[in-house]
Every structure is written in C-alpha cells, then in structure tokens.
C-alpha cells in the first residue's frame, strides 16, 4: 500500500515536470547555437505573451524623429504625419520654429516678396498683400522683417482651379530669405482636390506658420497656425458693410427660427449632414433647402429626391431668408469651412456650426461660445429643439455679439489680414499681448493697442466692465501759433479761464510759432501748472503726439483763439465723464453726400445735425493721441502737415471708426461761431479762402482710406439742467451759460 502511494507521488511529480516543460516554464541547457535558434523561433512563432526583457528605447528629441532608426518603431500614421509634405513641421511651435531676435531690433515688421516676373497673383491674394503693404507693420528691407510673407498666390492650392500655381515648390526654394520656411507666413483658403480634399498644399512648408482657411483640429498647430475665415473674391479689401442688425428686440421675432439654402453632395465627402437635412425640414420655421443641379454631370448621380429638392429651393430667396432667421444652419461642405458663416455674422443670424473638427476662424482669440452654437454632425435630429431651448435673452447677445465680431474682425480683406497678424505679434511680444477682454468686447483688438498700456484701466473702453471711472482731472493742451504780442490775445483770456476749473489739473501750451518762446512772465499767473512745450516739427499733427506731461486721462484740446468761460468747460468735463470713449465739446459739423459732384461734403452750416466736434474745443481720452499717432498712417498724417488743415477731421473719423458712434455736443454756443468767423489774424484758418475746399478733398481722402464713411450723424445736444427753463437762475448749477 505504501509502496503504491510513492509509485502515484512519483508520477505525479514527473507529469508536472512534462508539462512545465511543455509550457517553457522550465528549460533545459543546450548549446548556444540552438538557443539562439530557439530563441528566434520563439520570438516568431509566440506571440502571446509579452516580453519585458528588452531595454527601453532612449528619448529621441521631435526634430529627430525622421531617422531611419525611429522611423521603424512608428505606426503607419505617425508615418505618414512625419512624411507629409505640408505638415513635416507638425510639431512646430513659436520656441522651436520661430527666430525670436529678428524681431528685436525693429519690432514686429512684415516684408512682402516682391512680385516675380510672369507671375499672376489672384485678385484676393492682390488684397491680401495690399492690405500688409497697406498697414503700420510693412517694411520694403528683409533685413528689418520678422516676418516674410511670398508674393507667390497660395490661397487656391487645387489642382483642378485655374488659380492653382504649378511648380511652387522650386520657386520658394529659390527664395534667398526662405531658411526653411521659418519666420513666415502662408495664406491659403483652398486645399486638395477632388475627391478626398485633403488639406495638402501640394508643397513642402518647411517651419512655416499657415493663415488657413478650413483647417481641422487634428492638423492646426496651437499657438503657431492662425484659422482664417473662407471668404469670396468679392468681399471688399477695405470697411466692408457693417451689420444688418438694426433693432435690439426683446424677443428677436423672425420669421424662421432656422435656415438653410446651399448645394447638396450626393457622394464623396461633406456629404452626410447635407444629404440628412431633409428630416429636419419642416417648410414653416425650420427651412433647410438642399440642390443637387451642379456640376457638369448631375443628372447622371442624381437620386429620388433630387427633382423635388430642386423645385423647393427655386421657391424661396436666399437673402429673405438670411435676414428674417434667428439662427443659420451652417454645415460643412467639400471643405470644412464655408461662405455662409460669415453671411450669417453679417446678418445677425446665430451659426449654428455643424462641421466637425473645424477649428474656427481666429479661435486663439475669439470665444466663439458667445456668438454662435456649435453643434454635432452626428447629432443632427437634435438641433431644432436645441436652438429652440435658448433663451431670448441669450439669443439677442449671441445676435449683438455676431454683428462685434463682423465689423471688428471680418468685414474687409485687410480687418481679416491685420487680426492675423495681430495675433502673431501678440505671440511674438507676449509681454503686450492683448486679453481675452480686449478681443471679444468693443471695440475690438484691432483698435486696442497693447503697447499703450497692459492695463485695462488705462483705456476710455472698460470703465463700465471694471466698475470705475476715469480721474476727475484734466489737461488743457492749447495749440498756440501765433506769436504773443499783446496782454490781451484771446490765448490769455482762454488760459485763466481754463485754469479756474475746479477740474484742471495742468495746462500745456504746444508752441508752434515760429517766432522763439515768450518769456515766463508773459504768461498771466495761475493756480495750477502751465507747461510750455515747443514743438519740435511745428506741424499740425503735433497737437495730437502722446505727450508724457499728460498725466490725466481727460484732455481739453483748445485752439488759441477759442473763446471759453469756466462755467462751459466745467460743464462739458461733467459730460465727457459719462461718456469717456468719445469726443465731447461745443464747435459742432457734419458731413453729406454730394450726388452732382459723386463725394463727400463738408459743411459748416448752423443745424441741429451734426456729426463732428471739432478739436478746437473738445474733450476726449489721451488714449486717442496714441491712437492717432501709432496707428494712423503716414500718408494721411502728412497731409495733414502739408495742409495745416484737417486734423480736427481726422480725429474724429478715427473715433467714430472705434466707437461706430458720433460725438457728443453739448450746449449750443453761437457766440463760438460768431467769434470764429471774426478772426482776421493771418494765423486764424478762417480767414483761408481754400479752407473750405481743402476740407471737401480731406474727407475724401480720410473715408478711401478707412474704406467706408466712419462719421455718424446726429441730433443730441446735452444741455444743464434747468437750461433756458423759466425758473430762479439761482436754482441753475451751471448759470452763467445762458449768459453768453
């Protein structure tokens, strides 16, 4: 019995060896040329379990992955990622594919290639370049640019369109600046080609930043790519119409609550979300309009639906429908963007984005959240009761805030351009880069220029948003070119009258004169400071140089032969107070069109319609001398210089264009008029017999180069309280206005 219980241990334990050695638990020694054929056989032919044995691959830095060696270990994506001719810099960003020191030394400058012989340039890439060359950031010296930009047409790269440019990659080779693409800048509105449409330019852009139009997520690179809007050859190089949004109704009544009306792909891509419309169309608010009829061969591909989807798209009108729709369906077509985004912006129907993997225009710097509603393609029987769920309220920010972003950022060609490079400079000087406040709120990046000051506080714009006011101190600059002759030249009168002020802080006198300085005790004696500055070019576009000695947020700007009392300034001061961000004071004109002679006019007659305050007598932020000076461009402020003329009308165009509102005028002074019309000094401009036409050809000249009229009419006037009222004058704070 004992002995058959150790026979059965004994097999036992020789079957668990067998198998232990079956499975290669145990292993018995052999030579090493049979291990080494073992091994091979093993590796091949057992797959099912891991082996951790082999050492960890070393750390191969990004700008090394296109070796061989690594190239072994890669997926067939990465592979294909890595080998792409349009995204071999994938991986770039502005610390590895950007030379910050080219921008050192002169700031953020743009060089344009120049035009290369039998070179045809499309007319949108013509604005494109116009616009750059156009703007305060061009230089014609490549040895000043941080930035290049070819004068080679990239916006169509497909191979089918006329526009598409053969041969482009030996050409920018060829470029003695080109260094592999790195500090440049490429536009591009159309990728690939039938029938995949893949986002492939057909050349290799080296370390190049892309300004693309339907780009994806997947091959947008943060921080280094910029998602431009796809925009039509017809939209204007400069202003643009502003919004359609006319009226701020609570609630937004339109006729349809969401619209549709585009092409219908029956095969390849961008064509499921089209195809699928037709299940939420209800032909009474929810119109979605779909046409197959296009392209040479559509009845050949044509289906069922084709004919009845036809006759129902003839039966509506495209801009009837745009304007009268609280929300446009916006799906993606061939490409991932479309045309009709920026037709909804403009027409303050909220976009409802339905592109999966667009990354929308400008989306570095625009929250998008608060303009459009951003759905899912695969989601698409859920978008009717989606928007129908918005609150009014909410509707009529999404609307306001569409018509912000179309005039700030979309409008023109150049406001298109110059928001992308913006955003590059802001990359470039991180130091003054612009907040998520100054791009998504009026009056935009554009107009905000970080460089004045990287706080809030500092601009007329945000006073409301951070809940202060400005300082209740101002400067007096009074632009003096005559010489002092006698105690009694209105430039006296003007200056103790302005020193009064319980609000003055300081007075500047800008000394444009020819003749030298008067001595200091020929100026009266005041209880606040006077700085006497002489001006160094002595030119009229002076006056408006952002002076260190302003120290104040507010500046009373006075001609020398304005005539003022305490009480007015007192007054306007309190109105300007409310309304920081414009120009506020009492000389008033506006501007008309004249149909015999095809322009603008200017006139000075005496109506309650205006839409200028001139300079001569008026309040405004020393934000605008910045303005004025940095962004303005030469050309216009020469010809201010060259006239003597105009520069009070340049002011005010340039804050209309920032605010889209007029000035404010504040109680009606005629003894103003009178007294202006009397001057008969050689240095008053009234006296001028070409003032008037000088005036007609610079508003001309102003409204070309904004692009549209900027000014807005207007018939408010702020008076006191209890102006002209049958009471007490001694109930009147401001009584000795009526005295005048």
Known sequence: MQAKKRYLILFSACACVVLLFYFGVVQLPVSRRNQNRRDDRSRSASPHWPHFSDPLQPFIPWDQLETEDYNVHMSPRQKRDVNSGVYRGKRCRMDSCFDFSLCKKNGFKVYVYPQQKGEKISESYQNILSSIEGSRFYTSDPGQACLFVLNLDTLDRDQLSPQYVHNLKSKIQNLHTWNNGRNHLIFNLYSGTWPDYTEDLGFDIGEAMLAKASISTENFRPKFDVSIPLFSKDHPRTGGDRGY?????????????????????????????????????????????????????????????????????????????????????????????SFRFLEALQAACVPVVLSNGWELPFSEVIDWNTATVIGDERLLLQIPSTVRSIHQDKILSLRQQTQFLWEAYFSSVEKIVLTTLEIVQDRVLQHAARSALMWNSLPGGLFTLPHYSSSLADFPFFYSSLGIKPVPKFTAVIHAVTPLVSQSQPILKLLVAVAKSQHCAQIIVLWNCDKPLPAKHRWPATGVPVIVIEGESKVMSSRFLPYDSIVTDAVLSLDEDTVLSTTEVDFAFTVWQSFPERIVGYPARSHFWD?????????????????????????????????????????????????????????????????????????????????MMGQTSRGSRWADPDHFA??????????????????????????????KDQVSILRKKYRDIERL
Not at 637 to 660: G, H, Y
Not at 695 to 700: A, E, H, L
Not at 703 to 723: E, I, K, N, T, Y
Request: glycine share 4%; aromatic share 14%.
């Open 245 to 337: 949004l006319k009226y701020n109704n609570i609630p937004p009544f339109r006729k349809y609550v969401l619209v549709f009306k585009g092409k219908r792909y029956l095969t390849g891509i961008g064509s499921d979300a089209r195809n699928a419309l037709y299940h939420i169309h209800n032909s009474e608010d929810v119109v979605l309009l779909t046409t197959c009829k296009h392209g040479k061969d559509w009845q050949k591909h044509k289906d069922a639906r084709c004919d009845k989807d036809n006759a129902e798209y003839e039966r509506y009108d495209y801009k009837e429908m745009l304007h009268n729709s609280t929300f446009c369906l916006v799906p993606r077509g061939r490409r991932l963007g």
């Open 595 to 675: 149909q015999n002679k095809d322009r603008w006019g200017y006139t000075s007659k005496w109506t309650n319609d205006y839409s200028m305050v001139l300079t001569g007598a008026a309040f405004y932020h020393r934000y605008y001398n910045y303005l004025y000076t940095s962004y303005l461009p030469t050309s216009l402020k020469s010809m201010v210089d060259q006239l003597s003329n105009c520069e009070d009308i340049l002011m005010n165009f340039l804050v209309s264009a920032v605010t889209r509102m007029p000035p404010i005028k504040v109680t009606q002074k005629k003894q103003y008029k009178e007294t």
């Open 694 to 723: 000088q005036r007609q050809t610079c508003m001309n000249k102003f409204a070309s180069w904004f692009g549209s009229m900027p000014l807005v009419h207007s018939q408010m006037r702020l008076d006191p309280v209890l102006f």
